[in-house]
């Protein structure tokens, strides 16, 4: 074949290849059908417990009314905090756009001994050896008493989260979106979680990590963690230790291009009740930007 004839049948080629495009864009697609609307979703109570079995009751803050299918929001507590007080905190913050499930964990134990304050700062390992975190009471062990709750280790905490989600979604069926939730943590909460995320990005795409999980992100967690649709990370402080210990942490996930931001609610202390509350607030709002699960109930802070 002479290069006219192989010029020409290229044209020809192009032409046709040409003439298909526009008869496809000619042929537009239907519009999506009209999105169904659930009937308002009525609860119990601003929150209440949700068996969740082979575990404690979790506690669950239901977005009452909500008509479409709602994100959720994991808010796993520190030692000796309760999953009460954890939803009650993440209800004010995230008001009715979400269901908040809150794990209850393990009991954690102290026993009943004059001993003094422990000072700001102290780390969740030093927390677990002096308070006797997860001890059972035992008859010649000295009296023992139960101060709230607290999660072993990341295995334990993974099989009680998925636990959750799986008597969650049997609860409330259609009104619990599907997809990524976003993953909360205080103190232990926090430092466990960051080994959660960085292992299943897929279901945990954003968190925000509160006093603790500075120590659990290197090269290889950020990296894992980025690989797999892992985006934003949110760290909020309320010591200035917790401060600079996040600085270190937020330069490795940025390393791997996680956007990150910190906060700090100077003056709290190792606390998340009131202004590394309002610090998350005010920071919210980013760290559920761009996500649809988000996106169609989105009506601001309460």
């Known amino acids: 074949m002479n290069a006219r004839a192989t010029f020409l049948t290229v044209s020809a080629v192009g032409l046709l290849l040409a003439t298909a495009s526009c008869r496809r864009e000619e042929r537009k697609a239907p519009p999506p059908p009209p999105r169904t609307e659930l009937a308002p979703l009525a609860v119990p109570a601003p929150s209440f417990p949700l068996a969740v079995p082979g575990h404690g009751d979790a ?4 977005p009452s009314g909500v008509t479409v299918p709602a994100p959720v929001v994991i ?15 993440w209800r004010e913050l995230v008001g009715q756009r979400a269901f908040v499930l809150c794990p209850r964990g393990m009991p954690h134990f102290v026993r009943e001994e004059p001993a003094s304050p422990a000072e700001p700062g102290e780390d969740d390992a030093a927390e677990t050896a002096t308070s006797g975190a997860g001890m059972d009471p035992q008859a010649d062990a000295g009296k023992l008493v139960q101060v709230g709750f607290y999660h072993r280790d990341i295995g334990t905490l993974e099989t009680e989260v998925n636990a959750g989600l799986t008597a969650l979604r049997a609860r ?4 619990v979106a599907g997809g990524p939730v976003l993953y909360t943590g205080f103190s232990r909460g926090a430092f466990l979680g960051a080994s959660l995320v960085a292992k299943d990005p897929a279901m945990f795409r954003r968190a925000i990590l509160v006093e603790g999980g500075q120590s659990a992100w290197n090269d290889e967690s950020a990296a894992a963690f980025a690989k797999t649709g892992g985006t934003r990370v949110l760290f909020a402080c309320g010591r200035p230790s917790c401060v600079s210990e996040a600085e270190a942490a937020a330069a490795i996930l940025v390393k791997h291009h996680v956007a990150t931001r910190i906060v700090h609610g100077q003056g709290e202390g190792h606390g998340y009740k009131k202004q590394v509350k309002e610090q998350i607030r005010e920071s919210f709002d980013w760290v559920v930007e761009g996500d649809p699960l988000w996106r169609q109930l989105y009506a601001g802070p309460p």
């Not at 520190?78 to 007080?85: A, M, R, V, Y």
């Not at 409330?172 to 009104?175: D, E, K, S, T």
């Open 59 to 62: 506690i669950v803050a239901a």
């Open 75 to 89: 808010a796993v507590l520190g030692i000796g905090d309760t999953p009460e007080s954890q939803c009650g905190t």
């Open 172 to 175: 409330f069926g259609a009104y």
